[in-house]
């Protein structure tokens, strides 16, 4: 059975279903796996012709085994990857935008954006294990924009999960909006925060840090990117992709829009687990916390930047610490002594040479501002009529700057489909592409909602009167 280590070295091991339901580790860390599966080049190659849940299987029940039966995570795997949930029967489909270079597709998924292939499993693991254990638990969290709506669609269907989501009234899109409101479910609640998103973030954080308001009955779970399960399943598509292209007897080059480091934290797992990847490229927008500690070793925690890219906008990268964790031999103690300079010295760490030296061996970063994220979505669309999500455009313009060599084949994970990004469609100039098929009536939808005041109180007493009624 796989078991899971904390990245500070102080906090109990811990299996698949108690990592799913654990955030943070107790001494503060994340957890990780103690060991990864590891695939020979053979073994991937016979995977060749495999649709996707079939390949998804291969990759994930190393990690869950023990915890969930092989047969149960088939099934789960077909109802989540399949043409009626997700709007395109390859699931992941390449999109081919040069010679030898890439987009990778992951927003065919009910919410339009990758977070759905990860949030859509995490919702069914969630329910097999909360039933197997008899229990029940409350998902709380902020979103200003795609979390929220994708673990909203991830969990609608969950019988042991009720899911509260804050988001800042008024100050999302209206597409995002009415992705969470019009989502029908007696154990989905959209909270309207009259605030911004840091009040709704730190209501979320106030309440994970004293759960009393739930009086002792449940217990609040995480679904945001710190929580294991979601890299496990998002390590596939990084398979599945080279695979399509003639992986793993040549290997690929993986460009990732990158805000907290999850997603690119999966083709680093990927490679970890036997897949030929050449380099994985860090792509930021001007919250550039990571680019800055590539290119000058200095890892400094500024304010926030709004921009054109809001699902990017992140003043912590916190998935960082499970790289960190391997840069540092795996020495939980040493990467807690780190963490601690970070938290008592102006939030700020530099790494060693041979450190950085190792990070830089496999990784490049880029930094793209609002500007040359325009420009990029403009420029593909000349070359081939494709408009791509600003998100990904800061993923092709980072792969285009930072490529080692045009002989490997450059993939750039497309996070989200444009018809979410308004601001920055509108800024190109570009005509607002239309909602893809499943999603043509969300316009007409009913909503639900609840709008509160910013305060602590009146949204946990919401909470508590709301949880499961039976
Ligand atoms: C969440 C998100 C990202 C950033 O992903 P991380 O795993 O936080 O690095 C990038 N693009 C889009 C569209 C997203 O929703």
Known sequence: ??????TRGNAPELAFDEVLLTGLAKDGGLYVPK?????????IESWRDLPYTEL??????PFVEGCVEADALKQMLEEVYNNTNFGHKAIAPLQQLDHNEYVLELFHGPTLAFK???????GRLLDYVLEKRQEKVVIMGATSGDTGSAAIEGTKACQNVDIFILHPYGKVSEVQRRQMTTVVGDNIHNIAIEGNFDQAQDMV???????SFLRGERKLVAVNSINWARIMAQIVYYFYSSLNLGGPLRPMAYSVPTGNFGDIFAGYMARKMGLPIEQLIIATNENDVLHRLMASNLYE?????????PSMDIAVSSNFERLLFDLYDRDGLALADLMNQMADRTQSIELSEEKLAKARDLFDS???NEEATVETMKQVFD??????????????KAARECRRNANIPMITLGTAHPVKFEDAVNRGGFDMPKLPHHLSDLMDREERLEVLPADLKTVQDFMAQNTFKD
């Open 35 to 43: 060991e990864v599966p590891q695939f020979t080049l053979e073994e």
């Open 116 to 122: 759905d292939f990860a949030l859509q499993l995490l």
């Open 383 to 396: 070359e081939s009529g494709y408009l791509l999500d600003p998100h990904t455009a800061i993923g092709v």
């Open 56 to 61: 998804a299987h291969k990759v994930i029940y």
């Open 366 to 368: 880029l930094a793209v």
């Open 301 to 309: 925690v500024h304010s926030l930047k709004h921009t054109i890219t």
């Open 205 to 211: 954080k106030a309440s994970f840090g004293d759960q």
């Open 1 to 6: 059975m796989m078991k899971y280590i904390s």
